[in-house]
């Protein structure tokens, strides 16, 4: 199939590259050069593991190229909308400027046999506001809606083999029909394979994608509330989401407990949710999100009174590694990153604050030049007083308490992500702070 792509961001580029090794004749547009150029030479314009790989035997294939110009659309008989949806400015609900300018640009590209596929997380109600956009154009081309569960990290496993796919379609049966057919051509091979489709209507696809992060993210702060509570008892929420993740109701995934969730998704993504159903006059729904955000960023709060508690509640020029910056490992992602916002608020309290990461330091440099970056772990950790890791990368994950106790002034460890051994840390001389653990 001919395929075009309108976004090439972190989803984007990704569905492109996959598209296109799936068989399909793909054509990514974007509005910015420099990413477009970087895509076409097969460097991925962002840190995803095997996206350089899938984009060069792409390339290899001359199925997949990239463009400014929308004009390049035509001749495609699929268009996925793939722009980002941020969250507006001093409000909670989303941004839509980049879905509607894509759709009216796409407009005067259409064919009759057309079909123009929204892959972004919007509000529920566009999906028909933009179908009805797509008919009053005239083209004679038809809107579905195909939300994107991919995850940063394992986005290229997650195009090419996702664990479910959702078609959200028309309520008019022709137009239904034709995005139907369209799409289970496009997913010919997952489909093949029995990877689960729901095919449903606009507003249902739309919720499952927002559901689903509202869910997961609900799930991270539930745990992270247990962990308030361990707090101030003494039990060990590791231990407790280990024994109530073995009822398989409950399931162990997406209890870590911690400095909480962030990304390009979950945060902005219950917010619009809240501001959406508040428009609908069902506010009171999805109220409980608003105290899940609100967990979410008392964890925050609580490492960065760690690291005072740690450094005898003088943070003033004392140094402080941060471990960490993306708002999680295998990626270069900081939008909105607990890690980023961490070592920021250290700053502000007047610390000598050492942040390293493996992937994210050039994007957080472009956000925060005030922080004082460090390309190696040594060099982060080198006389630190206390040691904050807020990102799992492996490397700070697997860290040897007894290797690193000789580069630091003081053995102080807040462990953000619960992710260390508090007796091994313990038994090399070190002061170990985790969350929700004794
Ligand atoms: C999420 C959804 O998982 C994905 O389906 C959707 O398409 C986009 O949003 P992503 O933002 O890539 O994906 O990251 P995810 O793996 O879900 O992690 C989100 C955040 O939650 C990260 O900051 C992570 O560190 C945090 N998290 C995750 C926890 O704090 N604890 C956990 O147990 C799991």
Redesign the pocket.
């Known amino acids: 199939m001919r395929i075009s792509v309108i976004g090439c961001g972190?989803?984007g580029a990704v569905h492109a590259a996959a598209m296109a090794e799936l068989g399909h004749e793909v054509v990514g547009i974007d509005v910015d050069p420099v990413k477009l150029d970087a895509l076409a030479r097969g460097d991925a314009p962002f840190f995803e593991p095997g996206l350089p790989e899938l984009l060069i035997s792409a390339r290899k294939t001359g199925r997949l190229t990239f463009s400014s110009d929308i004009a390049q659309a035509r001749g495609a008989q699929v268009h996925f909308i793939a722009v980002g949806t941020p969250q507006k400015r001093g409000s909670y609900a989303a941004d839509l400027t980049y879905v509607d300018a894509a759709v009216e640009q796409l407009l005067p590209q259409l064919s009759p046999n057309d079909v123009v596929v929204g892959k972004s997380?919007v509000p529920v109600g566009t999906a028909g506001r933009l179908a009805e956009r797509v008919a009053e154009h005239g083209s004679g081309a038809v809107l579905a809606w195909n939300?994107?569960?991919?995850?940063?990290?394992?986005?290229v496993k997650?195009s090419l083999t996702p664990d479910r796919l959702v078609f959200g379609l028309s309520p008019e049966p022709d137009a239904a029909a034709r995005g139907e057919q369209a799409l289970r051509e496009v997913y010919a091979t997952a489909l093949a394979d029995d990877t689960p489709l729901v095919v449903t209507d606009y507003a249902t696809s739309e919720l499952v994608?927002v559901s689903?992060?509202a869910f997961?993210?609900t799930?991270?702060s539930f745990?992270?509330a247990m962990a308030e509570i361990a707090e101030v008892t003494g039990a060990d929420v590791t231990q407790l989401?280990d024994a109530i993740g073995f009822d398989v109701r409950i399931g162990r995934?997406?209890?870590?407990?911690?400095?909480?969730?962030?990304?390009?998704?979950?945060p902005k993504?219950i917010r619009g949710f809240m501001a959406r159903a508040e428009e609908l006059g069902r506010g009171e729904s999805v109220a409980f999100l608003k105290e899940i955000d609100a967990i979410?960023m008392r964890?925050r709060d609580r490492v960065v009174q760690h690291v005072i508690d740690a450094l005898d509640g003088e943070p003033y020029n004392k140094r402080v590694a941060v471990l960490g910056l993306a708002?999680?490992?295998h990626?270069d992602?900081v939008r909105?990153?607990?890690a980023l916002d961490v070592a920021v608020r250290l700053k502000g309290l007047g610390v000598d604050v050492r942040v390293t990461d493996p992937e994210a330091i050039e994007n957080a440099r472009r956000i925060h030049p005030q922080l004082d970056y460090r390309e190696t772990l040594d060099d982060a950790l080198r006389d630190a007083d206390a040691v904050v890791m807020v990102?799992?990368w492996d490397e700070y994950r697997y860290l040897d308490p007894a290797e690193v106790a000789g580069l630091v002034a003081n053995r102080q460890v807040i462990d953000g992500?619960n992710s260390y051994d508090p007796a091994a840390w313990r038994a090399a001389g070190w002061t170990y702070r985790g969350l929700g653990r004794p």
Do not use: H, M, Q
């Not at 939300?147 to 986005?155: H, K, V």
């Not at 995934?253 to 979950?266: K, T």
């Open positions: 972190y989803l997380t939300p994107e569960f991919l995850r940063e990290g394992f986005a997650d994608k689903a992060n997961l993210a799930k991270i745990i992270n989401a995934r997406f209890l870590g407990a911690g400095v909480g969730f962030g990304g390009g998704c979950l993504d979410n964890r708002f999680k490992p990626s992602d909105d990153s607990p990102t799992e992500r």
